[in-house]
């Protein structure tokens, strides 16, 4: 299992992209991965192939009425089990919240 | 008013890293600016120079304990005014209900 | 055709990580797609396919050492013939040169 | 020293923006720091302070004519001299070259 972000960027389309930012997590919600959005981007969790098949799938949409795409994505891969997307922020936010109380 | 979103790695520190990462979150936290923690990395909004000096104070306090570090920063800079770390979000949510509810 | 630039960092194998990405760069080496070597990643110039399925062999090398890898990839994908590798460079240095020359 | 490689795209400005990535290398290149221009970025090499003031310096050009501006920066930080600008590509290089004449 991997964590998946990423965020795609429609050029010529003018300022606004929340249109086409919106079909990418319509195809998202409907792939049956689990996913956090957040302000700058969208964090999948799944296999490897998986969850590259989704950011292809929102890249052709997005191409359809694109003619530039830019793509930005991070991969955080390690052996384990899954339930990372909510395990890692708890993780990190109950060290910090015991350190801020000592 | 700038959207950053960074992450931060340790390099020569083994595999699990929290303990470096809520180090970045504590110095966030006491930065006074608006945040949000993600499982891929942390999204803090304010002026340029505010957000850029949050990013360089975490890296000066990895950087006392690690002899590597790898730093990867997504800035979303737009006209306007604040609170666009819950508004992006919201936008493209409203979105994306309306057209699953068509 | 798109271009793609990636890095891979291997977590928990100390800082440094020449010996890794030799082995990447032997692999994109080996995949007959034009690349470039940066010294902050490597592009890629082929087909979306083509070009991930490099990424992919390349992670999945690493993952046999490495028990945590952080991956940073961008696309930028667009209508168009081939030949961007060089082109891209070629056309902004151009009209540096020109401004320069005023 | 640090490595910062570093791209920016102006939104609502049409599909091609070299017009405006030109006006940003010529900053980079007044800066007297070392750079090198790749198809996905430039990388510049110099203290942190130095790095992140041509980064902003761009910013603040490229924001003068576009109403939004999408930034990616990557940091290599590493203790040790200068001259890595050169010095990552060479050591990799070489690595592969001995193992492809194995």
Request: with cysteine; charged share 35%.
């Given at each position: 299992m991997v964590?998946?972000?990423?965020?795609?960027?429609?050029?010529?389309?003018?300022?606004?992209?929340?249109?086409?930012?919106?079909?990418?997590?319509?195809?998202?919600?409907?792939?049956?991965l689990?996913?956090?959005?957040?302000?700058?981007?969208?964090?999948?969790e799944g296999e490897w192939d998986e969850v590259f098949a989704?950011?292809?799938?929102?890249?052709?949409?997005?191409?359809?009425?694109?003619?530039?795409?830019?793509?930005?994505?991070?991969?955080?891969a390690?052996?384990?089990?899954a339930?990372?997307?909510?395990?890692?922020?708890?993780?990190?936010?109950?060290?910090?919240?015991?350190?801020?109380?000592?």
């Open positions: 964590l998946l972000e990423f965020s795609m960027i429609p050029l010529g389309k003018g300022e606004s992209v929340s249109e086409y930012v919106s079909r990418s997590l319509d195809i998202i919600d409907r792939s049956g689990n996913y956090r959005l957040n302000p700058m981007g969208t964090v999948i989704v950011v292809k799938q929102c890249y052709e949409r997005m191409r359809q009425d694109c003619p530039r795409v830019s793509v930005a994505i991070k991969v955080d390690r052996e384990g089990s339930g990372r997307l909510e395990a890692k922020v708890a993780r990190v936010e109950e060290r910090l919240g015991r350190e801020l109380n000592k």
